[in-house]
């Protein structure tokens, strides 16, 4: 397990597509417990591999308010409830 600086801001590039889940899931509630109201996840471009794991994870995330790729399309924004 790796371990997770909690910023506004995740990379994801380090994990492997089945870390992704786990992974983002701790890093959100970790940096709802630091009290960010937005944050950003990295995912890249690629295939959309990741990006496509991490839009599932955040469709059904109780905690997640809003979310959306940013122009690049190699991260989203998302929104938090506090």
Do not use: C, W
């Not at 790796?2 to 889940?21: A, G, V, W």
């Not at 995330?61 to 998302?78: A, E, M, Y």
């Amino acid at each position: 397990m790796h371990e997770l600086p909690i910023e506004d801001s995740i990379d994801l590039h380090t994990f492997q597509p089945k870390e992704i889940r786990i992974v983002v899931e701790e890093y959100l509630y970790q940096a709802m417990q630091r009290g960010f109201r937005e944050v950003r996840i990295i995912h890249g471009r690629g295939i959309g591999v990741q990006r496509e794991i991490v839009r599932s994870i955040l469709e059904k995330h109780p905690n997640v308010v809003s979310f959306q790729d940013l122009p690049d399309r190699g991260s989203t924004v998302v929104a938090l409830k506090i």
